[in-house]
């Protein structure tokens, strides 16, 4: 098995992430995804609505940028450009190209994809994984999965979508761990401004906590 550079295989898929320390929201009982930015008017989509265009699975590795890969996961889901053809193209505001895409999770958690990431034949919006629904440490009641990038991309618990014809401001953009623009694992792109071989043994030292803050995803097996 070939992992990206400066990756390590782990046990089963533990519940990563920066809100570790806090419980995974609640879902409501007919959960929406709010889609807004340059369009001519917001819509609501529901999660039930979403899950009724053409769907994929897709096998996938999964890379967070402390340095672990969970392996063999079978998401399913609307492909990211399914999605934007059907629902988003046809309610675009002017003839400025969108750039960026920001993912809102219900936790209050963002990412910012370029156009052209987001719109890779590999990115999905998942509600499903390894043939069950989404559970709530892996980003019920749907999640973005884009296993090309770092995890920090795959924004979990969406409840918006928001499309710019501009880079939108990032609080993060001048820490030295903001993400990397692209965040392509195969390019070591962890991070914007250090780069990643720098940061790996930084995140070494990191792992043995996160995993013990991540307890609880790491006992739930995958088989
Ligand atoms: N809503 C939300 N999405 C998130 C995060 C988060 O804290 N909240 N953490 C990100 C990070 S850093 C990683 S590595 C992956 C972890 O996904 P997992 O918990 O399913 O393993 O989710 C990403 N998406
Ligand atoms: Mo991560």
Redesign the pocket.
């Known amino acids: 098995m070939t992992l990206p550079p400066g990756q390590r295989a782990v046990e089963g ?8 320390h806090r419980p995974p929201p609640p879902v409501s009982a007919d959960p929406v995804i709010e889609i807004g930015g340059a369009l001519t008017e917001p819509i609501t989509l529901s999660v039930t609505d979403l899950a009724k265009l053409p769907r994929r699975d897709l096998a996938a590795d ?1 890379h ?2 402390a340095g672990w890969s ?1 392996t063999g996961l079978l998401w399913e889901g609307v492909p990211f450009e399914t999605f934007y053809r059907a629902q988003v193209e046809p309610l675009l505001e002017s003839d400025a190209p969108v750039s960026h895409i920001v993912f809102e ?3 209050g ?1 963002r ?1 910012i994809v370029l156009f052209e990431d987001a719109l890779a034949d590999d990115v999905l919006i998942a509600d499903r994984l390894d043939g069950r629904p989404l559970d709530s ?3 019920a009641p749907v ?1 973005l999965v884009s296993p090309g990038q ?3 991309v ?4 969406l409840c918006r979508i928001e499309f710019h014809t501009s880079e939108p401001p990032d609080p993060d953009r001048w820490s030295p761990l903001a993400a990397h623009r692209r965040a392509r694992v195969w390019q070591e792109e962890r991070h914007r401004h250090l780069p990643g071989r720098v940061v790996r043994p930084v995140y070494r030292a990191l792992i043995g906590p996160i995993r013990a803050l991540s307890a609880r ?1 790491s006992r739930t097996s995958r088989q």
Do not use: E, I, N
Request: hydrophobic share 25%.
């Open positions: 898929f533990p519940r990563f992430g920066t809100h570790l999964f967070c940028v969970a999770g219900l936790d958690y990412s440490d892996h980003g999640r770092y995890g920090y795959s924004t979990k618990h995803g």
